[in-house]
């Protein structure tokens, strides 16, 4: 039961620590919509999450240690976005897209969140109520 919890909680840590990176490499993108030359980034968030929850699993079935993704094991593999359409000044921010992926990531963290504390507020009333009979 207890490793079952630690793992969930571990692989929405991970998911977390991801769209928190994520939203940030958005903001990046949108406050330089008007640099020049700014290339738009982002990464690939599934394949992210695999990479960092696959190396939580090497160990053969043996529970291993926590380690947070921005490690020194672990690189964000971040990629340019392509332009949607060209500009004079070769900034390839879309805002259109910048801000749809910026609240679609926003709903998914904010749900993260709800999920590790009602995993989190469950876990603690078994706890009390193991505890009260």
Known sequence: MLNRLTDMLNFQTE???LRSERQRLLASNIANADTPGYQAKDFD???????A???QQTTGGTAAP????????????????LPAQTNLDSNTV?????RANFADNSVKYEAT?????GS???ALD????????
Do not use: C, G
Not at 45 to 51: K, M, S
């Open 53 to 55: 929850t696959a190396a």
């Open 120 to 122: 989190v507020r469950t």
């Open 45 to 51: 968030f599934a394949r992210a999450l695999r990479e």
């Open 66 to 81: 926590f380690k947070p993704l921005f490690s020194a094991r672990h690189e964000l593999q971040q990629k340019y976005s």
């Open 15 to 17: 998911a977390l620590t």
């Open 126 to 133: 078994a706890m009390k109520s193991h505890n009260a009979s």
């Open 94 to 98: 879309d805002m259109d897209r910048e």
């Open 113 to 117: 969140l709800r999920f590790i504390n």
